[in-house]
């Protein structure tokens, strides 16, 4: 048995839209619609009331899945739980619940969730929906219609084990045993451009793959034995669990994660303060394009 083969019928990393339409009716079944314009912060939920998956709710990047920011922040802070987990619950989310997410971006933001779920706060029932909205419109309709949602509790098992702060990655880093992986477009982290922070570069001896790569020209991911060729090119002899993650502000390094829990690579981490983060303290060191 390959390593990937036992993710095949758990819904915990990806699942189709044909899955997903036979559990449609199922009342331990919840779909949150998690698209997102970082260039229009109200686009996301303008094209949720103008269509959506039957029954899904939606959740804003900004509003629902981050807190506020402050000067010591990256651009996406995580939310606080207590007002997370109070979420959850009004979206119908117990801890039995099969959760699926989807956007319309490959995955880049409903991945922001499922990590959150999955790593940050212990729910092993969610996954992302592979090929997002549009995999979905190849074979089923959209709605407008608003889901009857029945409140109830989700009781969270939180393990920050799996997101790391700042001065964890200096330190994973100085001791040369892991492996940091960058998920922005080569140009971002080589320091060419940077359209969004204020700084331009990368944080030193990361590695760069792009979030990007872990999908086909459909827009579907590629195959867990391609993905776990690909990735165990960029970690080399470093086991999963000291890979670390991050890209602008911890929420497309989510893509690169669940990507690697997909080709089971398991246990990588998140750091996500991310690059956003990073450049907040002058301290610490950073490669810019020369």
């Known amino acids: 048995m390959t390593p990937w083969e036992p993710y095949a019928m758990n819904y915990n990393t990806l699942i189709s839209s044909e899955t997903v339409n036979q559990h449609l009716h199922q009342s331990d ?21 103008h269509g959506h998956i039957p029954y899904a709710r939606y959740a804003h990047l900004e509003h629902d899945l981050s807190s506020s920011i402050t000067p010591c922040t990256g651009r996406h802070p995580l939310p606080d739980v207590r007002v997370l987990v109070e979420k959850l619950g009004n979206w119908g989310i117990s801890n039995h619940t ?69 001065l964890q990655v200096q330190n994973a880093l100085a001791q040369k045993k892991s492996c940091l992986i960058d998920a922005r477009n080569p140009e971002r982290y080589r320091g060419e451009i940077e359209p969004i922070d204020r700084v331009a570069g990368h944080i030193p001896y990361a ?56 080709a089971g690579l398991s246990g990588s981490k998140l750091y996500a303060g991310s690059w956003s983060e990073w450049i907040c303290n002058r301290n610490r060191s950073i490669v810019a394009c020369k």
């Open 29 to 49: 079944w919840v779909i949150i619609d998690c698209r997102f314009s970082l260039a229009n912060t109200k686009q996301g939920k303008n094209a949720y009331q």
């Open 98 to 166: 099969q959760v699926v997410v989807y956007d319309d971006a490959g995955g880049a933001f409903a991945s922001r969730l499922w990590w959150m779920l999955r790593y940050w706060l212990g729910h092993e029932k969610v996954a992302v929906l592979d090929g997002g909205i549009q995999a979905w419109q190849t074979h089923f309709d959209l709605v407008t219609t608003l889901p009857h949602i029945t409140s109830t509790t989700f009781r969270p098992y939180l393990n920050d084990a799996h997101c790391l702060t700042a």
């Open 207 to 262: 590695v760069n793959r792009s979030f990007q790569s872990n999908l086909d020209k459909s827009g579907l991911f590629l195959s867990p034995e391609t993905l776990h060729r690909e990735f165990q090119m960029v970690i080399g002899n470093k086991p999963p669990e000291n890979t670390m993650h991050y890209c602008g502000s911890g929420v497309t390094a989510c893509h690169n994660l669940l990507a690697m829990e997909y």
